[in-house]
């Protein structure tokens, strides 16, 4: 079993920076790809971006290219999620997961474990 805590989250105005963490403890976190997603209110989950296990390989969706990026520290068992230039339309609640897939996709029941979330508001 895995356990994923998320921090970081807070509120910060439009074009500012965020860095979300998200520790792991269980089960061996090198053999997990890792993804990011996120929820507005009234909206569905969404992908936000995923790194393969030994982090050679990065995904994004298209909303957060050029502005997110996603890392991962294995030696902290630790994933994170660099937000730069956060827009109103950012707002929500971010979420990690992990999945044993060698290859991360983008659909939420790809993955096998979650965090509880942290909550992310941009003002305008």
């Known amino acids: 079993q895995v356990q994923l805590v998320e921090s970081g989250g807070g509120l910060v105005q439009a074009g500012g920076s965020l860095r979300l963490s998200c520790a792991a403890s269980?089960?061996?976190?090198?053999?997990?790809?890792m993804g990011w997603f996120r929820q507005a209110p009234g909206k569905e989950r969404e992908f936000v971006a995923a790194i393969s296990w030994s982090g050679g390989s990065t995904y994004y969706a298209d909303s957060v290219k050029g502005r997110f990026t996603i890392s991962r520290d294995n030696a902290k068992k630790t994933v994170y999620l660099q937000m730069k230039r956060l827009k109103p339309e950012d707002t929500a609640v971010y979420y990690c997961a992990g999945t044993v897939t060698v290859v991360p996709g983008t659909a939420l029941h790809e993955y096998d474990y979650w965090g509880q979330g942290t909550q992310v508001t941009v003002s305008s």
């Open positions: 269980g089960r061996t976190f090198s053999s997990l790809a």
